[in-house]
């Protein structure tokens, strides 16, 4: 008898603990950044070149036990973020993190009008669209749905992004008006809804129309990271108060696509949990305007396309998208107003710019993108290092890996290939992690002329910015591709371009510089990257591939003409039509990895011999020739088409090619072919496979079954390990506000005392490129905005004068500091409550 | 009635071998024929569902437009373009997308197609996976996950089975003993899935401990040496393996236990008790030779069952198997893969009822090919 109760106790504790085990404790706590100067100047000059590790080994691991593994030392980073819901464990593993700028999540509108007359849309009433941008509390839903990790959102651009903090005090002024009010929202709701013919039914307390109840269909995603579905919860409960009747439907996002996107005007939906991707630290939000809510829009979707926006904002939008404007303060005025106009447009309701985490040891130091983390950052694999540590070995856990095969022209875009390759490969330009600028890494120096009245500007001194009126393409400067005689084809005269931008590389960068075969990087590199950007385009090419044509022909839309100015030093000028603000950005430099190919660096040889196999009909760089004639798509990390290539490698040597005679006969001697081939065929003998690039470390080997892979640091490399150690942290200010001591007197000035810092020193007056003040009262409503005085080196102060307190009322208002940062996109909030009395 | 009263003589056997040869070769081909229009109905079923009767065309349509459109929106390369330009790329590129996937044909050309290849083992060319070694056929996509999947389905199913099986018969000849409670007691760990086990095994062996590995095929990097490798394979399997193993073990246990009361309670076993023979020959004799159609049909079965893999199992342990693979191909509507899959099973599934038709005459004297069907 006993043994049976033992037993049943057994039983009972077995299946008590399993109940057990489904829940887990949830906490909140406020995101953390880890972050420094971006100065592109080396702080010593150490032996060690390449990266500071010795390997970084690859492996697959699993979300749910990334934070557990790196505790355990199984892993020492998890590149590929956590979401929200897992930040407080991380916090509690007293782990670093970089934070990663993910997806933005809206409440988007049905903005149509009904084909059926009998049926009312509310939303498509501009009025009642702007009013719920009160009812919907974003603090409410980062707190509750995404442990206080993203940040809520009102405009479409990036909160806390580059215009973001040009826009400060404008933006500000906003939340603030459009903060959660819920009677505010309500009524407002009411007064339209009156206005629209509804009536509320004082019974039921629901909206109706023509009798009937006013019924919204409410879209509701419960895919993707799962936020979205308690969010939508939410939302109905508020348009429920609201009276509206909601009917709630939960969709996969291919379930709700085909409704959302093509029934507006048939109003089968009236409300979708939309969800945008973010494109990492964003410099030029100016288009998102136009892109998220207006007819005219790139999405070119219903729900777009059936707005009927406020004609200034159309305008506006239209402009902004198009830069027609000739100045900074043009553009900025034209953002003023479309963030306005945007709130009172409100197509989609902006709710939250969602965060995820990238964890890792605390031994470990690594630079991360503001916006893109540390997984496809170049600058990490760059500076990542065991603090105080020369040396070691890191073991880097990523979500997957290749997804799909690695080829540089049209080969795996996922993050984690992507950032994998990232350390294996070089180029002319690094991207700024805190700012999104670019500094000069294998380039020396850059000219770009552009034509007077463009607004282009600069704001580093690698750059040389100057105007002209016109700008002539030389005559023999390569303007087009003939696949058939292989050679470019000339400007000839009377072509003229936007831009015209110069590239200068070092004189010594052909000795310097080799790819991880040892060769020395060549003309003939670049030259190969020039073809390969027109053959694939050309129906007469023998790798001609239709899915090169739309990007081809974008790319030619704007293109004016190249021209190799100096082989030594290599000097490349560039024309074109389109540019972006940042004169920084504006410069091309054709080197042979991804701004030339799009998905990797890679030497000529290794694209001569795919282009071989794909020339014989064997293999493909893209997916969508693969797969139309039924062939492998061409990886050089592994698979099958490894041996294909190998076969084509050893054709090339016997023949000795050199591809596109033509032209690469010009920058190539057979010697150097023949040298190269050699080369190529003793690396893939040692390594199986053809990843070659120029980045400080190399693909030592792949794993493709088991998902791992190694790289090794590269001691070709040139550079010192420590070249972007100045990148170590992000110079986020600190701000300290001190007020006046008790109430402030209505009617007399006061003046608070703003102290901007860095790691406890001051920050330079001249890194700083705004330090602003709004003042707010007991309502919340801005009363005044304006620049902070200088009076000394990080130290700054506001006067209030008499005749602003005298138009405060007796009560506290708050008083909020924005300093916005030269050398970090993200701008530094800080405010001060403060008591105005009789 | 002549030929019955001369049973025995050369022209009968002749005539009895005859009529049996060929009422096994008329069973057979029909047995063959229904199984195949099975298959047949089977695949068309599949395809159907796999495509919702066509309405996934629309779901993929929609998916292309917002994917292509957020890609060229959001890709860093086109930042300089102006909103014309991104659009016209836009278009083009979601043409070129829909005509990748085959979206611009008929449906029914699609299916007829599918089909077909399906049935001809013609597996074809996935539209959105690929294997792990970056190819896109689904001949490598399915053969590459298949090592991987036998080694842990086979593991864990092959001891659950026979592991159960002993077990059980043990213990049905214990009944109402210690061991017997206790299994029935801890029956009820099975309505765990194994890998709600596997998140435990991770955590203590582990995270805790830091004696067995987290997840993977093998140790990162992998061992060079081959002895190594296949060491650390089996140190890799030995947590997924035992989840399944473990989630399945007393429930199974008991199935065949209740299972062999039945027998043991029979006369004929009594008479056998009475007779004074050993456990060991009721239980051979007995029990198991009686039982032995259904324990046949259940190996088969289990065999069967290794093919599909275990999804969620797989996906803790990040194991590269079957199971994972079929669930992401579902979720990228990667129709020729999950025909692929589907088709593979299906022909082993038939064959392995035929094999079993077969094997159930071998073992079981009670049943006979044909003539009416089985008889006892």
């Given at each position: ?16 603990s399993?109940?057990l085990?489904?829940c ?11 972050t420094i ?9 150490p032996?060690?070149?390449g990266g500071?590790?010795d390997?970084i080994v690859f492996?697959v691991?699993?979300s ?5 593994q ?12 956590l979401s ?9 593993s007293?782990?670093?993190y970089a934070?990663?700028?993910?997806t933005y ?8 009008t009904?084909?059926?007359p ?8 501009r009025?009642?669209?702007?009013a719920?941008?009160?009812?919907y509390?974003?603090?409410y ?10 940040l809520?959102k009102?405009?479409?651009i990036?909160?806390?992004g580059i215009?973001y ?5 404008v933006?500000?002024g906003l ?8 009677a505010?929202?309500?009524a407002d709701i ?22 009937k109840?006013?019924?919204?269909i409410?879209?509701?995603?419960r ?11 939410y ?19 291919s ?16 409300v979708?949990t ?12 100016k ?8 007819p005219?829009?790139i999405?070119?979707i ?8 406020d004609?200034?904002?159309q ?14 303060q ?13 709130m ?10 969602t ?19 540390i ?6 694999f760059?500076?990542?290092r065991?603090v105080g ?15 799909e ?12 290939d992507?950032?994998a390759?990232a ?5 002319a330009?690094?991207a700024?992690?805190?700012t ?7 380039a ?10 463009l607004?282009?500007f600069?704001?580093l ?14 005559a023999d ?14 400007a000839?005269?009377g ?9 200068y590389?070092?004189?010594d ?9 040892g060769?020395k ?13 027109f053959?694939r385009?050309?129906?007469?090419s ?8 739309p ?12 021209k190799i100015?100096?082989?030594?030093p ?5 024309y ?16 042979p ?6 998905y ?6 290794v ?16 997916a969508?020739?693969?797969t ?17 290539l ?12 050199i591809?596109y005679?033509p ?6 001697t ?7 081939y ?9 390594r199986?496979?053809?990843v ?8 030592y080997k792949a ?17 010192p390990?420590?070249?972007w150690?100045?990148?170590?942290e992000?110079?986020i200010a ?31 007056s001249?890194?700083?490129k705004m330090?602003?003040y709004?003042?707010?009262d ?13 009076v ?6 506001v006067v209030l ?10 009560g ?13 996109a993200v ?12 | 009635?002549?030929a ?19 009422r ?10 229904v199984?195949?229009?099975t298959?047949v109905?089977?695949i068309?079923l ?10 996934v065309?629309t ?8 994917n ?8 860093p ?22 005509k990748?996937?085959?979206l611009d ?7 007829a197609t ?12 996935a539209?959105n ?6 190819s896109r056929?689904?001949?490598l996509?399915?053969?590459e996950r ?6 842990l ?19 049905s ?13 801890m029956?009820?760990?099975s309505?765990a899935?194994?890998w ?19 997840s ?5 990097p992998?061992?060079?040496?081959p002895?190594l ?7 890799h ?25 039945i027998y043991?309670?029979e006369?004929?076993?009594?008479m056998?008790?009475?007779?004074g ?11 198991l030779?009686p039982?032995?159609?259904?324990i ?6 289990t065999l ?10 797989e996906?803790?342990f990040?194991?590269?198997g ?5 669930y992401t191909?579902i ?13 593979i ?5 038939a064959?392995?009822?035929f ?7 071998l073992?079981?004297p009670?049943?006979k ?8």
């Open positions: 008898m006993s043994r049976n109760r033992i037993t049943l106790v057994v039983g009972l504790m077995v299946a008590f399993m109940m085990a489904s887990s404790p949830a906490t909140t706590t406020p995101p953390a950044i880890a100067p971006p100065t592109a100047v080396p702080t010593a000059a032996a060690r070149h500071f590790l390997q492996s691991v699993s749910d036990s990334a934070v557990t790196i505790q355990a030392g199984a892993i020492d980073t998890f590149a590929y973020a929200s819901a897992q930040l407080a464990a991380i916090q509690a007293g782990l670093k934070s990663v700028l993910g999540y809206t409440i988007m509108y049905n903005g149509s009904c084909t059926d009998n049926t009312f849309n509310p939303f498509s009433d009025k009642i669209r702007e719920t941008n009160m009812l509390d974003r603090n839903i980062n707190q509750e749905i995404y442990a206080g990790g993203g809520p009102f405009f479409a990036q909160t806390n215009d903090a040009d826009l400060a005090d933006a500000r939340e603030a008006k459009y903060a959660f009010n819920e505010q929202a309500i009411a007064t339209a809804m009156t206005a629209d013919g509804a009536t509320m039914d004082a019974a039921s307390g629901k909206w109706q129309f023509k009798g109840p006013v019924s919204i409410f879209l509701i995603r895919d993707g990271d799962g936020t979205r579905l308690p969010m939508g919860h939302v109905t409960a508020q348009l429920e108060k609201a009276g509206f009747t909601v009917d709630a439907q939960e969709k996969k996002s379930e709700a696509g085909p409704i959302w996107q093509r029934t507006s005007v048939e109003c089968q939906w009236n979708y939309a969800g945008w991707i973010n494109s990492g630290l964003s410099r030029d939000d288009g998102q305007f136009q892109q998220m809510y207006l005219d829009s999405q070119g219903q729900p777009f396309l059936s707005n009927n926006p004609p200034v904002y305008q506006v939008g239209d402009d902004l998208a198009n830069s027609k404007f000739t100045t900074l043009a553009r900025h005025d034209l953002m003023v107003q479309a963030l306005t106009l945007s009172q447009d409100s197509l989609q309701v902006m709710i939250i710019d965060r995820s985490f990238a964890p890792y040891q605390t031994t470990v130091q690594i630079s991360a993108n503001l916006a893109g983390g997984e496809t950052a170049p600058i990490a760059y500076t990542a065991f540590q020369e040396g070691g070995t890191l073991k880097w856990g990523e979500s997957d890996l290749f997804s095969p690695w080829n540089p022209i049209a080969g795996s875009n996922w993050a984690w992507q950032g390759q350390a294996i490969t070089g180029a330009f690094m700024d992690p805190y999104g600028l670019q500094w000069p890494l294998r020396e120096k850059a000219e770009l002329t552009v034509q007077t009245g607004p282009i600069k704001s001194d690698w750059i040389t910015l100057t105007t002209a009126d016109s700008i002539p393409v030389p400067a390569w303007v087009d591709w003939n696949a058939t005689t292989q050679t470019f084809v000339a000839g005269d072509i003229t371009a936007k831009t015209k931008s110069v590239v590389y070092p004189a960068m052909f000795d310097t510089v080799t790819w991880h075969d060769n990087i060549s003309v003939a590199d670049f030259v190969m990257g020039m073809i390969m950007a053959d385009a050309k129906p007469e023998a790798i001609y591939d239709e899915q090169a044509v990007y081809f022909e974008s790319f030619m839309s704007s293109f004016k003409g190249v100015v100096s082989t030594s290599l000097v490349i000028e560039t074109s039509d389109n540019y972006l603000p940042d004169a920084e950005l504006d410069v091309t430099s054709w080197w990895g991804n701004v030339t190919y799009g990797g660096e890679s030497p000529w040889q694209i001569a011999v795919a282009n071989l196999a794909e020339a014989a009909g064997e293999t493909a760089y893209s969508d020739k693969s139309a004639k039924t062939i492998e798509q061409t990886s050089f990390v592994g698979g099958p088409t490894l041996a294909i190998a076969k084509y490698l050893d054709q090339a040597i016997a023949a000795n090619t591809p005679a032209t690469m006969g010009t920058y190539l057979a010697a150097e072919a023949t040298a190269r050699a080369s190529l065929k003793t690396w893939y003998a040692d199986g496979h053809f070659i690039g120029t980045g400080p470390y190399f693909l794993f493709l079954t088991e998902k791992s892979l190694i790289l090794q640091n590269y001691t070709g490399y040139p550079d390990a420590d070249r150690s100045n990148f170590a992000p110079h600190v701000v300290d506000i001190t007020g006046p001591a008790g109430a402030v007197k209505i009617g007399d000035p006061a003046t608070f005392d703003v102290a901007v810092t860095f790691n406890g020193q001051p920050y330079a001249t890194d700083l330090v602003k709004i003042l707010y007991a309502t919340g409503a801005v009363v005044k905005s304006d620049v902070a005085t200088l000394s080196e990080g130290n700054y102060q004068p008499g005749d602003v307190t005298a138009a405060l009322a007796a506290s208002n708050k008083l909020e500091v924005a300093v916005v940062s030269n050398l970090v701008p530094t909030f800080q405010s001060v409550q403060f008591v105005t009395a009789p | 009635m002549e019955g009263s001369q049973a025995g003589s050369p022209i009968v056997k002749k005539s009895f071998a005859s009529s049996t040869f060929m096994v070769i008329k069973y057979t081909g029909v047995r063959l024929v199984l195949f229009i298959v109905i089977a068309y599949t395809i159907l569902i796999a495509n919702m009767g066509g309405y065309d779901m993929m349509r929609s998916e292309i437009e917002y292509v459109t957020q890609v060229v929106a959001t890709n390369a086109n930042r300089n373009m102006t909103s014309e330009q991104k659009k016209l790329m836009t278009e083009q590129l979601i043409s070129l997308e829909i990748r996937r085959h044909q008929p449906l029914a050309l699609r299916n599918y089909l077909v290849d399906a049935l001809t083992l013609n597996l074809g060319h539209t996976m690929v294997s792990d070694t970056g056929t689904v001949r996509i399915l053969l298949l090592p991987a999947t036998l080694l389905m086979g593991t864990a199913e092959l001891f659950l089975f026979f592991s159960s099986l002993f077990l059980a018969l043990t213990l000849r214990q009944y109402g003993s210690f061991w017997d409670k206790f299994v029935i007691a029956t009820p760990t309505s899935p194994g709600f086990y596997g998140i435990f095994m991770i955590l203590i062996f582990a995270a805790i401990l830091k004696i067995m590995p987290f993977g095929l093998v140790s990162t992998p061992p060079a040496n002895v490798y296949a060491l650390s394979v089996l140190q399997l030995a947590l997924p393996a035992f989840s399944l193993f473990f989630s399945g073990f007393f429930l199974s246990i008991y199935g065949w236990r209740t299972f062999f009361l043991s309670s006369d004929y076993v009594d056998a008790k009475a007779k023979l050993t456990s060991r020959d009721i239980e051979r004799r007995y029990i030779r039982t032995l159609p259904n046949i049909t259940n190996f088969a079965l069967l069952g290794v093919w599909g893999g275990a999804i969620v199992t996906t803790i990040i194991w590269p079957l199971g994972r693979m079929f191909a979720g990228a509507y990667d129709i020729p893969v999950i025909v692929g899959d589907t088709i099973y299906a022909y082993l599934l064959i392995t009822v094999f079993l038709e077969v094997v159930y005459v073992v079981d009670r049943v090919i044909g003539g009416g069907g089985s008889q006892s």
